[in-house]
């Protein structure tokens, strides 16, 4: 997999926005990514030092439209922290 198909979008939400000026970055990614392949593909697309990786899969949620009903996309998280010595991400720059 390349790094453009493990780091799908950027999280970009209030809780995501306290993290910028620690460093701390939020994307969607796939899936079927792990931990060590997520770090290599922040490395890679951004020219960072990523210190670790958290990730979390959210559940799809159960719609309804009239009787019938069934669950959105299950999708997937990762939090990347950066290490203290590495520059930030300039896509975050304009934001914080």
């Known amino acids: 997999m390349t790094p453009e198909d493990i780091i799908l979008t950027p ?4 809780k995501g926005y306290d993290g910028i000026a620690d460093k701390r970055y939020t ?4 899936k079927s990514a792990n931990k060590t392949q997520i770090k290599i593909a922040v ?3 951004f020219g960072v030092r990523v210190a ?3 990730t979390v899969t959210c559940p799809g949620k159960l719609k ?3 009787r019938h009903e069934g669950y ?23 934001l914080s």
């Open 43 to 45: 490395e890679k697309m």
């Open 64 to 66: 309804r439209m009239g």
């Open 52 to 54: 670790s990786v958290n």
């Open 27 to 30: 994307f969607k990614v796939a």
């Open 11 to 14: 999280v970009l939400t209030e």
């Open 72 to 94: 959105t996309p299950t999708t997937k998280k990762a939090i990347v922290q950066l290490t203290a010595d590495s520059k930030a991400i300039e896509h975050f720059n304009s």
